[in-house]
């Protein structure tokens, strides 16, 4: 009997995991809305208030690339870099390759002091063999 309860509980949790990362169609304006908002503030150099505005929409966006790539930018712009390697890490764990994620990671933690960590950081991203531009 204990093993039916868990293979069920188990089932139930992967259903809600499943809902929860799908995306319904309502959801992406409001998201390229705020992410234009963000990027306007931050362009007329409000970067503290840019941050703001995504900090309080992370509840209902937490997990999508696009948003924590945002909200990472604006943390690190506004002078919260630790914040900004959490919002990092959530895209580099989706995608290992996000160049953007990786070079503002390494300022990141440049910002933060960690010289060592910022070094990594930097060469996994020419790891990946950048235009020389990066």
């Known amino acids: 009997m204990r093993g039916a309860v868990k293979a069920g509980l188990w089932t ?3 259903m809600h ?8 169609p309502e959801r992406v304006a409001p998201l390229a809305e705020l992410l234009g908002q963000a990027h306007e503030l931050s ?11 995504l ?4 509840d209902e966006y937490i997990g999508e690339p696009r948003f924590d790539y ?14 900004a390697t959490l919002a990092f890490s959530r895209v580099l764990a989706v995608d290992p390759g996000h160049a953007g994620a990786l070079i503002d990671t390494g300022r990141a933690y440049l910002a933060l002091g960690n010289s060592q960590q910022a070094r990594a950081t930097f060469e ?5 063999d950048p235009p020389p531009a990066v």
């Open 12 to 14: 139930f949790i992967a």
């Open 17 to 24: 995991m499943a809902i929860a990362a799908a995306q319904p």
């Open 43 to 53: 362009a007329a150099g409000k970067a503290e208030r840019a941050y703001e505005l």
């Open 55 to 58: 900090a309080s929409a992370e």
């Open 70 to 83: 945002a909200l990472g930018r604006a943390a690190l712009d506004a002078g919260y870099p630790a914040r």
């Open 124 to 128: 996994s991203l020419l790891a990946l």
